[in-house]
């Protein structure tokens, strides 16, 4: 009997609990002054923490499937070579705003760049520089004299089809930064009035989408200027509906002549179009006119939802797809083939870069009273071009006179809708990713001929819906986030206490 009490107090003693659990459960608990002070405790270490992560500025936990809120790889090597001082204020925000933790990230990739959020009535000189009034909610991105104003709405854009918002936060802040800290910024025209295409009827997304890059977009009427603008880096060119006049086709020539570049967007046609002038612009280039047909696909790894009509055809490995040779790759819709005279383009000094061709289960159908999807008898079948670039050498080098090469470059694609708002298919889920594949190929070509290589990579795909709570929303969210805790562990105590006087 003797031996069993020495026993259980010999286990009693080895689960004895440490001093500072006794101390807790005898002293602290028991005084209700030591009790608050115990909680008090936990809540500042917790805020403490907060505080501490806020300071430490560590990029935050990001579960979006499209890492919304993180910065990628791309933004941090655009960024990393800044060597100016570069302040991004965040007027009227919070430190909790989400786009203002997104843009603190660039510290990490550049030290130079500083994101804070400022109450603008302390910053007098910010209001009257910028005209800011109070109350005013904003984003200024600056770099000595240059800066770039974003409004809250800049950062969004909207599907049409579903009305949900998609975040564009990170394009347009690195472009902002890319932008003031640049010391040219390339300029680039569409020519209106050939086609029914248009930045402002048709190209809405696309206008969007190049506002995010390092490019000043503008439509260009050659009727009213009488030229091309000596500061036009990149002329885009989509499908003509009519024939150029006299006036665009001496513009275009001597615009070529001069060494500058164009992007050519052609859908294809149903029938055949006399248009001379287009043609003989073409020509320089050694491009023949196009012919009224379609391309159709037979092969159903090569075609979207099933449809001949919306293929996906193979990219070559080039410096404009490079970055795209392994990703999901682009969708055209009725698209044609570019045909080219090999034989002139010697004589025309013009070296050809195939960029993107048809598979070889495709076919060209120019019989549109056929409604079967296999090929028929006479159909063209095989490969065909439909991304190619073309160089031409206007003036060769002269080491003699010192005279310099002038070369122009044509990128053209047998494809214009690829690019446009054009839906795939409202009841599809490809309804409205269409553009989202699209994007960095055409981005990617104005970047190339913009002599902007360091811009050629593949995007961040901001198709993701982001969710803002309303204040009444917000305040609900913080209650449970900071109030709910503390009442759990305050009832904790006190049925610990009702059990413990209950003994």
Not at 57 to 83: A, G, H, M, R, W
Not at 221 to 245: A, Q, Y
Not at 271 to 287: A, E, H, R
Not at 436 to 448: E, P, T
């Amino acid at each position: 009997m003797k031996e069993k009490k020495e026993k259980i107090k010999k286990s009693k003693k080895e689960k004895k609990p440490s001093k500072i659990i006794q101390t807790i459960k005898k002293k602290w608990l028991i005084n209700g002054t030591k009790t608050f002070i115990l909680v008090a405790f936990i809540i500042a270490v917790f805020i403490a923490i907060n505080i501490g992560m806020q300071l430490l500025e560590l990029t935050p936990l990001d579960f979006s499937q499209e890492q919304l809120y993180t910065l990628t790889e791309e933004s941090k090597e655009k960024v990393k070579d800044i060597d100016k001082d570069v302040h991004i204020y965040f007027i009227g925000s919070t430190d909790e705003d989400t786009n203002l933790s997104l843009a603190k990230q660039y510290k990490n990739a550049n030290e130079k760049i500083v994101a804070e959020a400022i109450d603008i009535n302390n910053r007098p000189d910010l209001a009257n520089k910028y005209g800011i009034e109070s109350g005013t909610q904003g984003i200024i991105v600056e770099c000595g004299e240059k800066a770039k104003v974003l409004t809250a709405s800049d950062l969004v854009t909207y599907d049409t089809t579903t009305y949900e918002t998609i975040s564009i936060a990170e394009q347009k802040l690195t472009s902002s930064i890319l932008s003031v800290t640049s010391d040219k910024v390339p300029k680039v025209y569409f020519l209106e009035g050939y086609s029914e295409l248009t930045l402002t009827n048709s190209m809405n997304l696309l206008n969007m989408y190049m506002q995010n890059e390092v490019m000043e977009v503008n439509s260009l009427d050659v009727l009213s200027t009488g030229k091309i603008p000596d500061d036009c880096d990149t002329l885009v060119i989509t499908t003509p509906s009519k024939d150029f006049d006299d006036v665009a086709t001496k513009s275009i020539t001597d615009y070529i002549n001069s060494g500058r570049n164009i992007l050519w967007l052609n859908a294809a046609v149903t029938q055949v179009q006399d248009y001379p002038n287009v043609n003989k612009i073409l020509g320089m280039y050694g491009v023949e006119p196009f012919e009224a047909g379609i391309i159709r696909e037979t092969d159903s790894s090569k075609m979207i939802t099933e449809s001949p009509d919306l293929i996906k055809p193979d990219l070559n490995y080039s410096t404009i797809t490079k970055d795209l040779y392994t990703t999901n790759g682009v969708i055209f819709i009725n698209a044609t083939k570019i045909n080219i005279n090999e034989d002139a383009l010697e004589e025309l000094k013009v070296t050809k870069t195939e960029l993107a061709k048809a598979s070889e289960g495709s076919y060209f159908r120019t019989d549109f009273n056929i409604q079967t999807d296999s090929a028929q008898e006479g159909e063209l079948k095989g490969e065909f071009l439909v991304g190619a670039e073309l160089d031409k050498v206007i003036q060769e080098e002269n080491e003699e006179t010192g005279e310099k090469a002038i070369t122009s470059k044509l990128v053209i694609y047998g494809e214009n809708f690829f690019i446009s708002d054009f839906q795939l298919s409202q009841n599809s889920q490809y309804a409205a990713v269409q553009l989202a594949y699209n994007k960095d190929l055409v981005l990617n070509s104005i970047a190339y001929l913009t002599d902007r290589e360091e811009d050629i990579t593949a995007r961040k795909n901001t198709g993701t819906v982001t969710y803002t709570a309303t204040q009444e929303q917000d305040t609900i969210i913080r209650v449970i986030i900071f109030t709910v805790p503390c009442i759990i562990i305050l009832l904790g105590i006190i049925v610990w206490q009702v059990r413990r006087r209950k003994k």
